[in-house]
């Protein structure tokens, strides 16, 4: 089912970790909250119900840093979140609500510090243009959807945002648009 109905899936799942994203950037003033929140694991409702929840795998290049904040925020593989979605269609995948969580806490950083806002819109362009197997159309729009936010606070990622807005598979765009 899940498969088949990807379209809507995907969609549906883009508006859960957008709600999810804009939950954490509005109720938390210390990112470190955010931070436990995404690292927290998801328990099932019921014991005999538990699945193994898929851990996303991370392609991500390594960063010269001690601070895990800094690390480049990896957007679950599609087949992650399909898996996800196959276990338990009731609940917003595990991994999206980590990578939305994630990419709130670096977004409000990004959107007090200008000194952010350009690395992170780099992620963001990159995570936004992944294509095969590794794309996952869901991740793809929050991406969009961030990037378009950075570029409305600084006049200077503005022209950015509209080349990746042209780049971008007018799907993601679309879905990207539901959530403004």
Do not use: W
């Amino acid at each position: 089912m899940a498969r088949k109905n990807g379209r809507t899936l995907a969609i549906a799942g883009v508006v859960a970790a957008v709600a999810v994203a804009g939950f954490c950037y509005i109720a938390f003033d210390n990112p470190t909250q955010l931070a436990d929140i995404a690292q927290a694991p998801v328990t099932a409702a019921a014991p005999s119900q538990a699945q193994p929840q898929a851990q996303p795998t991370t392609s991500a290049p390594v960063v010269e840093s001690d601070n895990p904040k800094d690390a480049p925020v990896e957007a679950p593989k599609a087949e992650t979140v399909y898996k996800e979605v196959e276990n338990d269609p009731h609940v917003t995948p595990p991994s999206l609500l980590n990578f939305a969580a994630e990419l709130g806490a670096k977004l409000k950083e990004a959107l007090h510090d200008e000194s952010k806002a350009a690395p992170l819109f780099a992620e963001l362009e990159q995570c936004a243009l992944k294509d095969g197997k590794e794309a996952n159309p869901s991740a793809q729009a929050l991406c969009l959807d961030n990037a378009r936010r950075l570029g409305t606070q600084y006049p200077k990622l503005s022209a950015r945002f509209e080349e990746l807005k042209e780049k971008s598979n007018p799907e993601i765009v679309r879905m990207s648009e539901l959530v403004k």
